[in-house]
């Protein structure tokens, strides 16, 4: 059974950084597609952050463009989002999904989702 296990978020204050971690775990061999990371505030929909696309390529929405930083690591099946300079709209909680290669076809898997609050 794939998990995606997500750490990192927190309460922050405007300005901070935060670094969150996604591995998957519960499988021996992992052939991993694109990962991203996603965040959601109640009532609105989820929302593409940022992406790393076919293992380098690297996509930003506009809002945070600067600020945060994905990066990946293969060995460790992990993805990370480095947060910088941090603003109170970016409160939510935010989501790591990857692609990963299970019986012949790329499955998307989800995290379960890891708050970030950003507060003075």
Same mark, same amino acid.
């Not at 109640?42 to 696309?53: F, H, Y």
């Not at 994905?70 to 690591?73: E, L, M, V, W, Y």
């Given at each position: 059974?794939?998990?995606?296990? #997500? &750490?990192?978020?927190g ?13 998957a775990s ?13 965040? =959601? +505030?109640? *009532? ?9 696309? *076919? *293992? ?6 506009? &809002? +945070?463009?600067?600020?945060?930083t994905?990066?990946?690591?293969n060995?460790k099946?992990a +993805?990370?989002? =480095? ?14 999904n990857?692609e990963?290669?299970?019986?012949? #076809? ?6 379960? *989702? ?5 507060? &003075?």
């Open positions: 059974q794939v998990q995606l296990v #997500e &750490s990192g978020g309460l922050v204050q405007p300005g901070g950084s935060l670094t969150l971690s996604c591995a519960g499988g021996s061999i992992f052939i991993i597609n694109d990962m991203r990371w996603y965040r =959601q +505030v109640p *009532g609105l929909e989820r929302e593409l952050v940022a992406a790393i696309i *076919g *293992g380098s390529r690297a996509n930003y929405a506009d &809002s +945070v463009k600067g600020r945060f994905i990066s990946r690591d060995v099946n +993805v990370y989002l =480095q947060m910088n300079s941090l603003k109170f709209e970016d409160t939510a909680v935010y989501y790591c990857v990963i290669w299970r019986q012949g #076809e790329w499955v998307d898997y989800w995290g379960r *989702g890891t708050q970030v609050t950003v507060s &003075s």
